[in-house]
């Protein structure tokens, strides 16, 4: 500690004897200066020349010169030049130089300028003697420093070689436990990309940013990537449907740190759409940010599209029980009104104004009983007489009803494909697909425009993949109906089939068009597809099953009017009184004799005290003692030749779950018209 000190002692005299050199040789230049001034003055050169000279030897100036007030060097000389190791000391800096200047004064005025390049050499033996003391006395520690270390030393080897013997064993035992464990570590790997490459569900790790780092083949097959370069190349980003699905995924992740069951629709690279059930774990750094994401996607695209179609069915099951509900009674009037306007016509002249006014109501109430049937149709519970028809020649037949009903603004083209084959359905079922959808593409016209109805055979293969949803292997023959108007936006589409939904102005349309059409479709075991684009126009597709084990029919029955009765004796059973009277006044003006009873219980009783026969039992299917089918096998006991002939309000599936389906020539649906009801009785009675 006393070296140190002394050591900085002896530094600090150095600094204060170079301080006082640098300050003498600025005192002595000054002096040079003064002496310069006479000579500077007279402009005596050889003068200042020889001061100069003398002076840069006296102060080891290596050069000297005088500048006069303008900048022009007056005079200038050198010194001694640098000799042997002062020469090597200067190169290197050991010689400290500098560039002394003072002003040349002559009666006090500054007549030029004095600047010298000085070389202490004072200072340079003084920091060289420094220099040597600090090394000499460097040395002097170091040795003892080392001395003592090796001392050290020599004990921390001894300690160490013990140490080291010790820690050898422990290290042998460590390097077999380290290969035991990288031998685990590599098995335990290729467990993991077994089971990561060979999982069922879409295995992936990616970055918050959308990166995919890496994936497994399931990721690729559900996506449809042709390879994991194709894969890693792709943003996750793209992949969604919705942009903001990402964002609200992340940010959940960032909450619950793992998301289960979370389902998304995503995008093949076909651009078609799929959904997902995503289970994911975020992975955070050690500042607390998301890092990567582990995820596994599973495919239930198959499974929504099963859910869609069973909510669609379930709505279609609920329209339909509130049709069954509403059918009965609503028929029921309607039928009081068709058939007393049937019964009034035929007592008014053609030409008097009052038959105008029945016709009205008539028409009225046939529109009515034709928005029941569309209820019914929809929801597939409609009474049906299914034929064999050629599909070609009854839309052929169509045709000119159809043109009437889109207007002569609206081209109408039909493009029959040849062979098509038949269908086995009601031929009123046709008119009502393509009536329906022919005024909905009219509807979609703005003013000119073209529809186009075309026939097809479709033949579908159970290997065969279709992006029809509800495609069905089979053969096939398609209905469909073009037009170029305004099209539909997805929002639409989804709704299209929904009953009461409609984009019709308010009383341009019920929202049953498109349902019928479906409900007809699913009635017959076919599916419909439609394909449509805002302002690109719209084309239904209905496919009907194909039918070829029968002769096919010629189309709908005629109309003709068929014969009055010969006086057979039908007994009449309707609880609803004003039907029972409206019934047994048609029945008598068509020349039958009616008996007419409120109750089951009232007709067997006059059933069994009657002496004459009973030719046809006309009753209803729903009543408050007893159904139309108990009652009908009771009247049979008594009287086995009798016919029968059930009626109802009611939908056909209602009726059903009584018994045994009853065939169409045997029921008639309420509301029936008086030719109805004549055909119905003449075609049982014969």
């Known amino acids: 500690m006393a070296a140190v000190l002394l050591l900085a002692v002896f530094a600090a005299l150095v ?4 301080y006082r050199v640098r300050k003498k040789s600025h005192a002595r230049i000054a002096v040079h200066a003064d002496m310069l001034a006479n000579a500077l003055w007279n402009h005596n050169k050889e ?6 000279s003398l002076a840069a030897e006296l102060e080891n100036y290596t050069s000297a010169l005088v500048m006069d007030t303008r900048g022009n060097v007056f005079q200038k000389v050198s010194g001694e030049p640098f000799r042997g190791l002062d020469r090597f000391f200067s190169t290197i800096g050991f010689i400290p130089r500098q560039t002394l200047a003072t002003p040349v004064r002559y009666n006090d005025r500054i007549i030029g300028t004095l600047q010298a390049d000085w070389a202490s050499d004072a200072i340079y033996f003084d920091s060289l003697l420094l220099g040597v003391l600090i090394m000499i006395f460097m040395i002097v520690l170091l040795y003892n420093r080392l001395v003592n270390e090796k001392k050290v030393l020599e004990k921390r080897v001894a300690k160490r070689t013990r140490d080291l013997s010790k820690l050898n064993a422990h290290l042998q035992k460590e390097i077999e436990e380290h290969k035991s464990a990288k031998q685990a570590l590599e098995e335990s790997e290729v467990r993991y990309r077994a089971y990561f490459e060979e999982n069922i569900a879409g295995a992936y790790i990616s970055k918050p940013s959308g990166r995919l780092i890496d994936c497994n083949k399931m990721y690729l097959d559900i996506f449809g990537f042709k390879d994991k370069a194709h894969a890693l190349n792709t943003s996750l980003k793209d992949i969604y449907h919705h942009q903001d699905e990402r964002r609200q995924f992340l940010d959940a992740l960032v909450v619950d740190k793992k998301i289960f069951g979370h389902e998304t629709t995503f995008r093949k690279t076909d651009d078609s759409k799929i959904q997902l059930i995503e289970n994911a774990a975020a992975v955070f750094d050690e500042s607390g940010r998301l890092d990567h994401i582990r995820g596994f996607l599973l495919d239930v695209t198959e499974k929504h599209l099963l859910e869609m179609q069973l909510v669609q069915t379930q709505k279609m099951e609920s329209i339909g029980r509130l049709a069954g509900g509403v059918a009965h009674d609503f028929n029921n009037m309607l039928n009081v009104i068709l058939g007393h306007v049937d019964l009034a016509l035929d007592k008014v002249d053609p030409s008097a104004p009052l038959h105008n006014h029945l016709q009205q109501i008539r028409n009225a109430a046939t529109h009515s009983a034709d928005i029941t049937g569309q209820l019914l149709a929809f929801a597939r519970k409609q009474t049906i007489s299914p034929r064999v028809l050629d599909l070609n020649q009854t839309v052929e037949g169509m045709l000119k009803m159809l043109r009437r009903l889109i207007g002569e603004d609206i081209d109408l083209a039909w493009k029959p494909a040849d062979h098509v084959g038949a269908v086995k359905m009601d031929p009123t079922q046709i008119h009502q697909i393509l009536a329906n959808l022919c005024v909905n593409a009219r509807d979609a016209i703005a003013d000119f425009g073209h529809i186009i109805i075309e026939t097809e055979k479709k033949i579908f293969h159970e290997q065969e993949v279709s992006d029809l949803p509800e495609v069905m292997p089979g ?18 589409l989804d709704k299209l089939f929904d009953p009461f939904y409609t984009t019709k102005e308010v009383g341009k349309g019920t929202g049953l068009g498109l349902s019928t059409v479906y409900g007809i479709v699913k009635q017959n075991n076919g599916f419909i597809h439609v394909n449509s684009r805002l302002n690109k126009g719209s084309s239904f597709d209905v496919f009907l099953p194909r039918y070829q084990d029968a002769a096919v029919s010629d189309g709908i029955d005629s109309h003709e009017r068929v014969p009055d009765g010969s006086g057979e004796t039908i007994l009449v059973v309707e609880d609803e009184i004003t039907i029972l009277e409206l019934l047994q006044t048609m029945l008598e003006q068509l020349g039958y004799t009616v008996l007419a009873e409120t109750s089951p219980r009232a007709a067997l009783d006059l059933a069994q005290a009657r002496n004459g026969r009973i030719d046809l039992l006309i009753t209803d299917m729903v009543m408050p003692e007893m159904n139309g089918r ?12 009798v016919r029968l002939l059930f009626m109802s309000g009611y939908p056909a599936d209602v009726l059903a779950r009584q018994g045994e389906e009853i065939g169409p020539a045997s029921f008639i649906q309420k509301p029936f018209s008086m030719q109805d009801i004549a055909g119905k009785v003449h075609q049982a009675l014969n």
Not at 15 to 18: S, T
């Open 475 to 492: 053969e096939f023959v398609r209905l469909r109906v073009i037009d170029d108007g305004s099209g539909m936006d997805p929002h639409t």
């Open 15 to 18: 600094f204060v004897h170079e």
């Open 630 to 641: 108990e009652l009908a096998r009771q009247i049979s006991g008594l009287y086995p030749d």
């Open 47 to 52: 003068g200042v020349s020889q001061y100069m």
